[in-house]
């Protein structure tokens, strides 16, 4: 019986040992269809939208790495994917899987709300705080004073931090409800 208890054992660790790893929570495209297990999408881009692929991710993440000055743990910050609509609506997100630094979705909130102050950007603000399959969310939702309008997602999960940003002019409001439904889709 001892036996057959540690092949199971030994078994098991095998396969946990070769299943696919994604150390910074970067998701996986094929074609048109983004998972990430971490952050539990697994979404279709829509038609609309074009799509930044994994490997022009991967060239901008290397890029934006190359560019900055020293800093080792700026490779743990990336950007997962980017959608932008014909009418100019983005959505960025970029993840941080730092081992070293403390994740706090408000705190990182309102570091961006100091970003955005300090840059000389007016804005108002509604926050509140959503669930997505299961994950908070701190969720802004700015006015900015050039005529555009903001939806900012921060969420923390297994010491990942994913900042969403979703930035569209007035009246392009329904992009902003069809990223979130792409995000909840399967709940």
Known sequence: ?????LASLLILLVL?????????ALGVY?????TNNVFNYKFEVPETFAYLTSEELAVVNKERHEASEGAEEIDHVNKIFEFSNTNKTIINAMVDSRPSYFKNADKEMNLYLNFLTDAGIK????RVIVEIKGIAYERADLTLDFNMKQTVLIAVENDYLLNLQMTYSNGNEADVDTILAMLSENE
Do not use: N, T
């Open 1 to 5: 019986m001892k036996k057959i208890v």
């Open 16 to 24: 946990v040992g070769c299943s696919p790893k994604d150390p910074m």
């Open 30 to 34: 094929k074609d048109r269809q983004y």
């Open 123 to 126: 804005y108002s603000a509604e």
